[in-house]
């Protein structure tokens, strides 16, 4: 055939065509068959991770769609690469020449992969929850929202917290199960230290039928020998989010029941030797 | 033909040339297809984030640009490249040669990108904005502007600080919703508990109407059992920005109605043992 | 052979199909040999180590069904790109194609795979086991379960912390034999140190029957000369988990002893000088 | 032709120093291109972001120059590597060889590039300027000269500062519009405090008339119930430099008018319990 | 030869399989040279850093075996990966496929590494033994065990630490010679410093013939000017382990004989001026 | 001609051998025309910012030297890698093998090129020169001797202290320049502020008379309210070097004149509420 | 010639195995004449460096031998590199494949790379010699051993610290030249400041005609006016390593001397405000 005035032989063309297009057909037919299955892969995976850490469906099918859209980016351009590179142009260089400017990107964009990491553990493992309260990278307060790159925690003086995930070193969840509730109340070195701990005891039993109370209070003991007083210590557990209030209730409380037993709660001593 | 005494053979020459014609002009028409179907996903990619998060159109407008912008200088780059390529001027030891230097640059510059992604979540998820009362990156005060690079916050003090973005580990932002306000108010050992629970009762049912407060206040009880005083604790929410002047309406009312009511607020105490 | 109007060599197709079926065949055989020996230099691995640190069985099944499972998907991985390889099909560009964005995605997971790493010696070494009170990554609690990449740790006050093992830098292991039980308490300048200790010594020998002391208790002597009082020493070993228990007692009981003998235990001194 | 003996074919020859020649022109008229459009394209853009930050013409001259001196130094490299390549002398073992080497340099000179990126912003951005008062990377002082490597800051006491440019993590610059002038003021807790407001009012009325100060000053309220005194807050505006004179005169009135008022102004106090 | 009626040239097959059984030859023939030279370099190594340190033979035993096995398993793999090479079978992209996935590992794996390296220093250069009382990492406790992951310390309250090498960044080993006893001791300013040294140096030289002391101890003089006290020093060398033990003694002996000599040990003094 | 009974064809080997020997020459002809071309940029680099910074001749000659040496044995390298490439030595497996030692060394090494980069700038922009007094790296004293690798800095206790050039962050150079005298002083709450001021007043009159004060000293005003004082504000600009001597002398006239006036500089004040 | 019936062509294994020899030996020359050149470099190279900085021949010859070591390894591993590429035996897939596990072991080993390069400099430059009393990388004592990994340093204490060099920063070396001996000593309010000043300069008088002063001890003058006392300053030069002593010596001389001349140092005052 003549184009353009040259002889161009068409059984060469074929020869050079043909292989290209088995070759484009075999990787349409791979693509075919490996898409499907890799979704199916990560909708068993999640289901039985699910089932396990028995979270909620909702939450479930959010990263379900995350990973199975991913997971298709990622075949449709790798697919792309493959033919270009079957049909002969060649893709090299221009991977090469985004080398530089990759790097400087994949150095910047490393915190955003690292956000996203996090954030899926976050999810998969219930660190977090709505409305949990929580310590986490240096914020206290309320879950508001939990994102794949950003946290929401509202503190407890209002002000609303923003985390990215990464930051996210390790949570301290305050709202998974019974809480302590604990007093430290100092007595006079002069007091009885037994009739102080029976007082306390008495205090203690009157909370122990309190609804809120899930373990105890009980007086443990003297705490320690401080400067001026003797510590004594009064734990229990309580419902969780009630530990303030009960703390809060203990210490009127038993305040109001030293002064009628005329137990002395000292302020801090010091002996002067005049000269 | 013959050129410089030369026999150049014309039908070579085509056989070089037209292959390397053809690759171009298949370059071209994928560019031409990928470009604005790029641009055409930046903006719907955007339109739904803008819509799930009712930002502001004008910033998704920069946004857009900006994203467009880069997206066109990348399309750009890897055509020429590509052409180079296709033409046959080798461009691998162009890229090579720029390995040692690009390296070091790309750590450098490194900062860059990183200020930039922080800075586009940053505008994306609206962590910030203008006016803002924010604390970040160690800086305290009110968001003057928010750009991809620098962030400026004014301090309360005057103070206007530059805060590169990349710096921006995690945003307080103290403009989303009501603020708390807090007094911690210590009575003496020897008071009735019950009278100054009362006393600041009746304080807060007056504040309660006033309209700056949108919870509260409310008196909560004993908060702490102190070296010299018993700690009482006040709580409410007041709409944003109010909330240090109602903490000061607050004090000065509490103490002139404790003078009234003969309540002492105790200076620190300590007993002396004369030797 | 005419397919498509081209002609087709036979021959020369097997001379190019022949050698690859040979090689996926040998790789195949190469696959069938390695796999099992594999599995089993694992299984036997973890059976020694197992045997050397007298791990419990459970824990030892859970390690080698993880390992053999990294090690199969290893496996067949390498298979396929071999294969694909042999057949021709070029992987390179896919590779390199990966090899921006897989350099962001290893930075990102990178601190996925160091969790995986600490938690698989974690519990190999049994550094924690599920009931210890151990001190960590800035926690402080009870182990209550161990994964590869999450231990979760409950704090005394209720609070549950979720570490991700890498910042698991070292463990205080609490519970791991006798703990001490030390009590130092401080005696007037004026009084007779020898005395104090015998009495000291008397009330060691009373809890020297305790069943819970496995050592001790015993008064050491003179630690320190403060500032207003002579700290005197004891020192004890108990069983794990009473040792404050233990030191409540102690110090309930020379607190006691001490009145009785009236040996002074002093507040903080100060010479006035009047001028 | 015949050179040392060897008979050496001038067309052959020729078929290999003729498509050098042509490369190299290429080169060369891809240079004369390309140059000049990058020079004009750095300008405009300089031009630009110098109209939309309205920074003085002479910076910019600096910055301009930097950047096309930059940007002609990287076209004659390319241009030099791609020439060699193209003549036939091998580039690659020059790079390859000078990669360790390099990889230790650029670890070392990173910090360079830093120092030039993050220089090059501050310029653009006016971060600093020359005079300006400003705190960063951990020094205090005046800017007395910005470099595109380092800034000489001058502290007060006199010492002169050289920070090398990438410690510039974050800049609080005090020249930068009118600053606060604050004075707390405490009162005992006997006095009056309506009574002190009132006096503290007049003496800022006083002040309000005074040019220096832009807005207040005003008596805010009570700031605080310290332990031995009452916090009165007296905040306003000044004139950008003149806020330390401000409040040195605003406390020594306040401390004149009081004594006159007769309102104290409490040492801390110390409530003393006889034993 | 006909094989599935392909015409199979045997010729040529020998042509391809000779050399590469020849090569396969030369590489295990290598491999027998040069594994057992490279053990015996390691015994030798070994040996030679041994006689230096005057090591156990125990550990040297460890370290030796640990490091022929390390040297035996890369000169087999890289055996194998000669041969496959030499095969045929393309070894490259299985290399290129692992290296995104092995980035990943690597940075992981990097601390096990650091780990043993650490851990292998440390044992050659017994900078810990098993009962020596060190300090390291942030833990200070007895050595119990050293491996070459971790290293345990317990601590002297009980508590067992597991401390990975890495982390073992100095070794403050107090197991290694005779180690100081050092009393201050403050007398009255109006005390006269020359007859209370008199008094120290006379203790001193009881406890010189105390066998305890290696040398001393001995008065060195006025240590500092405190603010209610003149400050003197008694410092000696005790074996080691022997120091708390000894430093108790003195405490009590100074305190019993300034007692008895009527030297003033001051508490804090104040000036008070009435006003 | 027979070699060893083998045919070698002259010819061939000519044609094999001539274009190596031309490559050579003209890389020879090439080194020939960068080395002192290279070597005249350097000299007029360094004599321009010699000439910008007015460095001393001596320094400077230094830097050439270094940079030319560096700039030589790079040159060198370079011919030699290339001569061995175009002789058909194949230089890399070389480089490769030696990537992996290479890579351990360049991070090794990578402190000491930070060291000379940083050594470097120093000398360069003069930011330390011996006999400055400075204050870099935690250590404060006066510079000895400036290296290109470490610098010496002998404190004023009389250490001597190594500094790595690299751990030089920011120099505070307290040589540059007229430094300031600082006293602050309190007088009593119930002294006259402006009697006091006139005092001051007057004895800074004096010393502005002193040779060694180059601006002031002179009184600003009330500094601060402190607990128990009214904290006067003296400054002034002395002779660099001489700033501690002249606070040293002023704080010596204060107290003698206020003693003289009879003006109270205050003892720590408190008030005593009995009970 | 017939090979297991193979037909081999000599002339043909001729041309392969000619130019390979000839490649060895050139390898072999080049080798024979490199590896002297380098060694007589290094020792010129440290014969220099010695001269100029006057160090023991003994260490000198450590060093020389050391890098002449490493140079040898380096030399033959190179060879045998090149020969086994000459022969043909690919030496890139064992490269390649070391290639992960080698980043890893990088990584970890690149510690101790750091440890011998900073061991080198910290020898060279003798920043320490044995028994240097030293303060670096947070211990404090005599160096007892220098290593090119570890450094051991003796506490005073007793503790000897093992010291990898990688964590000697910056090195405080207390034993190069004389030391300060300085006492702050603070008078009454009440006295007068050039009596008292007087009186420490008879005593620092008496002083410098102690041998081991080598300038002063000065009285300097007031050092700063305190909350209770008048601080005067006495500084001097002592003989490197008696600075304590002398210090000592001053302090008891001072405090007697001020007794004799009723010079009071005061204790800390407070005015006492009754209510």
């Known amino acids: 055939m003549d184009i353009l005035g040259m002889n161009i032989d068409l059984a060469e063309v074929a020869g050079v065509v043909v292989p290209v ?9 791979l693509y075919a068959i490996v898409a499907p299955i890799g979704k199916k892969l990560i909708e068993r995976a999640l289901n039985k991770a699910s089932a396990r850490q028995n979270a909620s469906p909702g939450r479930m099918k959010t990263l379900e769609k995350l990973l199975i859209n991913l997971f298709s980016y990622a075949m449709i351009f790798i697919l792309i690469v493959m033919i270009l590179t079957a049909i002969g142009i060649e893709i090299g260089p221009l991977i090469a020449g985004a080398g530089v400017v990759g790097l400087a990107i994949a150095f910047g964009a490393q915190g955003l992969v690292s956000d996203i990491v996090t954030g899926f553990f976050v999810l998969l493992e219930r660190q977090l929850e709505v409305d ?3 310590t986490t990278a240096g914020y206290d307060g309320v879950v508001e929202e939990i994102g794949l790159r950003t946290t929401k925690i509202r503190s407890f003086d209002g002000t609303l917290n923003y985390v990215p995930n990464r930051y996210i070193e390790g949570v301290a969840n ?4 019974n809480m302590r509730a604990m007093v430290d109340i100092g007595i006079s070195y002069d007091e009885d230290i037994d009739q102080a701990i029976k007082v306390l005891e008495t205090i203690c039993m009157e909370f122990q039928l309190d609804e809120r109370f899930k373990d105890g209070p009980n007086a443990i003991g003297v705490q320690s020998l401080g400067t001026s007083d003797v510590v004594l210590r009064v734990v229990g ?5 009630l ?4 703390e809060r209730d203990l210490k ?3 305040k109001e029941e030293f002064d009628k037993q005329k ?5 801090p001593h010091q002996v002067l030797v005049q000269k």
């Open 21 to 29: 297009v088995v070759q484009i057909i075999l990787l349409l037919i």
């Open 132 to 134: 949990d309260y929580v």
């Open 174 to 177: 305050h709202s998974r199960g």
């Open 237 to 241: 557990q309580t419902e969780n989010g």
């Open 243 to 246: 530990q303030f209030e009960c």
């Open 252 to 254: 009127k409380r038993i």
């Open 263 to 267: 137990i002395e709660i000292p302020y």
